[in-house]
């Protein structure tokens, strides 16, 4: 069964400063992994994704994770984060089938950020 | 588009009602599924469906009902209501049967569930 692992319930940190958010997973499959973002009060919203090709993937505001096959790592990097990237983010992983359960993702508990001026 | 629109953002029930929590989506979408979001666990998969009429159990499917009559709606049922289901629900949807396989879930905004 896979499973899906962030390291850090919380992480504070300060404006300005680097970030890393970290997650594991376990698999004896080839997955597909993704990291959504929860803003408070709000549903997720998927921020970015691996599915093949390149192991380095970005998304639009600035973060940017590394799919690490041997390491079974999918870490989530910030260079410089901001007042407004203060939400949980959640690590997950899909099958990457198409039918039936392999469409479901499995998600990590979550790691709070919060970023203090 | 409305996308994913759920109803009610908050409910109270007392141990033993039943009720429903409604989920809609107006993107054809044929993937849908329900999450609970506890403090420190995460998000875990109750139900979740490939297509009208189909539909299969999650990780924590005890408790709850579900049935797709239509493309759009997805409702989830409580029979009879314990403490231990107070949570918030989210409902997604994604576009293909294979759902988050390889594009992103579109998530509702979340029902807030309070059964003392």
């Known amino acids: 069964a896979q499973s899906v692992t962030q390291l850090d319930s919380q992480v504070p940190v300060f404006e300005e400063a680097p970030v890393e958010l970290r997650c594991n997973y376990s698999?004896?499959?080839?997955?597909?992994l993704f990291w959504y973002v929860q803003y408070p009060n709000q549903g997720l919203q998927l921020l970015l994704k691996y599915l093949s090709g390149s192991t380095l993937v970005e998304s639009i505001n600035g973060f940017e994770a590394e799919f690490n096959k041997s390491q079974t790592s999918f870490h989530l990097r910030k260079p410089s984060v901001h007042i407004s990237d203060t939400a949980e983010y959640f690590c997950a992983v899909s099958l990457g089938g198409h039918g039936g359960s392999q469409g479901n993702l499995i998600f990590g508990k979550g790691t709070k950020l919060s970023v203090k001026p | 588009n409305a996308g994913v629109t759920q109803t009610p953002k908050f409910q109270v029930l007392k141990t033993g009602q039943s009720m429903t929590l409604q989920c809609a989506q107006d993107?054809?979408?044929?993937?849908m599924s329900w999450y609970r979001q506890d403090p420190g666990m995460g998000l875990r998969l109750i139900h979740y469906s490939v297509g009208a009429g189909i539909t299969d159990q999650g990780e924590v499917p005890n408790g709850y009902n579900v049935s797709r009559s239509t493309t759009e709606d997805f409702p989830l049922r409580l029979l009879s209501a314990a403490p231990s289901q107070t949570s918030v629900y989210f409902c997604a949807s994604a576009p293909r049967r294979g759902g988050a396989s390889n594009e992103k879930l579109f998530f509702g905004s979340g029902t807030q569930l309070s059964v003392l």
């Open positions: 698999s004896s499959v080839s997955v597909y």
């Open positions: 993107m054809n979408h044929e993937y």
